[in-house]
């Protein structure tokens, strides 16, 4: 599988932003996709995720209400619309899938998008 992110860039302090991320190759194992996020010195940590079958979806406390994650399964992709963003959510923004193995699962990323606020 691979993930192709784009859509990052500088924005002001309560803008909006839209992050797509489409996956190609070995599509119709994965079960679910995000987004995480890392910022300098800090880990990666979740922000948003779909699953592939029910769209259920799970968001991060700190960006509930702000971030929505979407997908059109006919094209592969998901989406992270931001809006009211703060100088917090500056980060590097990597695209997530996974599939369900044997074992237990395996994460696919993307080559991350950098997001910039100004404020």
């Known amino acids: 599988v691979q993930l192709q992110a784009s859509g990052g860039g500088l924005v002001q302090a309560g803008g909006s932003l839209r992050l797509s991320c489409a996956a190609s190759?070995?599509?119709?194992?994965?079960?679910?996709m995000g987004w995480y996020r890392q910022a300098p010195g800090k880990q990666r940590d979740l922000v948003a995720s779909i699953t592939t079958g029910s769209g259920s979806t799970n968001y991060a406390d700190s960006v509930k209400g702000r971030f929505t994650i979407s997908r059109d399964n006919a094209k592969n992709t998901v989406y992270l619309q931001m809006n009211n963003l703060k100088s917090e959510d500056a980060a590097v923004y990597y695209c997530n899938a996974r599939a369900p193995r044997y074992t237990g699962w395996v994460d696919y990323w993307g080559q991350g998008t950098l997001v910039t606020v100004s404020s």
């Open positions: 190759g070995t599509t119709f194992a994965l079960n679910a």
